[in-house]
């Protein structure tokens, strides 16, 4: 059908802890934000996870890769790692623009 390949696509990645004994996680969460930020792309804290926008599915792998071995040196001892990809081939929308378009609709 002639689909080009997405230049921006949009990740959400949440990496947690298990069996840390505690409730509380942010310390580990942080870290794993941290590499999100340390890779220079445009990315979202929310309540449940982090959002990030990537030029292609490797930057997105490797992201995940390096935020969950970056809870495994701070001490986790069983780390669950999701990572879901929005990854629209016929024009990239932004972060925002996604959020806005919805937004709009919203009575």
Known sequence: ???KVAKLLIAELVTLPVGTGETGLSDYISLAVQVVKDA???YQLHPMGTVFEAPALET???ITKAAHEA???AGGKRVLTTL???DRLDRPRSM???VRRV???VR
């Open 96 to 98: 925002e623009e996604r």
């Open 84 to 86: 879901r990809i929005d």
């Open 40 to 42: 220079g792309v445009k």
């Open 103 to 105: 937004a709009a609709k």
């Open 1 to 3: 059908m002639g689909w």
């Open 71 to 73: 809870v495994i040196r």
């Open 60 to 62: 997105a792998f490797r």
